[in-house]
């Protein structure tokens, strides 16, 4: 049984965001610490194009691991993208909201998981089922 997904909004007021350091951070020799400026970067700017549409959702359970979406990641959806074959997609089905790839044939759509311990499920009439919107980015802790 699949736990539900929790929805949030973007917040766009004036004071969002962290700290950010546009210098790029060395991965080999560090940088002097001078050569770098300082502003305030909203990850609501940078990840949503349309604001009305777009929500966040939390990832639950594991059968998209193998597209990079783990238990408890961070999905930016947006609600205004049109749906197309393999596009990652938030949908609900039979009462409950789900996160798969789309596969479209010309036998019908399929939500197909991306883990190998899952089963791709065939949409049919008798689904209650709605594309809710697309996912753009993942945001990870590490």
Wanted: glycine fraction near 6%.
């Amino acid at each position: 049984m699949s736990k539900p997904l929790t929805f949030f909004s973007p917040d766009f007021s004036e004071h969002a965001g962290a700290v950010f350091f546009d210098t790029g951070i060395s991965a080999g020799f560090p940088s002097p610490a001078e050569d770098f400026k300082e502003e305030r970067l909203s990850l609501d700017n940078m990840l949503v194009k349309n604001k009305l549409a777009t929500f966040y959702a939390r990832v639950s359970g594991q059968s998209m691991i193998d597209a990079g979406l783990d238990d408890n990641d961070l999905l930016v959806i947006d609600r205004s993208l049109e749906p197309a074959d393999n596009r990652i997609a938030v949908c609900f089905l039979d009462g409950e909201f789900t996160v798969k790839r789309l596969r479209v044939e010309k036998d019908g759509v399929w939500l197909q998981p991306e883990n190998a311990n899952y089963q791709p499920i065939q949409i049919t009439e008798e689904n209650d089922f709605v594309i809710w919107g697309i996912v753009t980015n993942v945001i990870k802790k590490v």
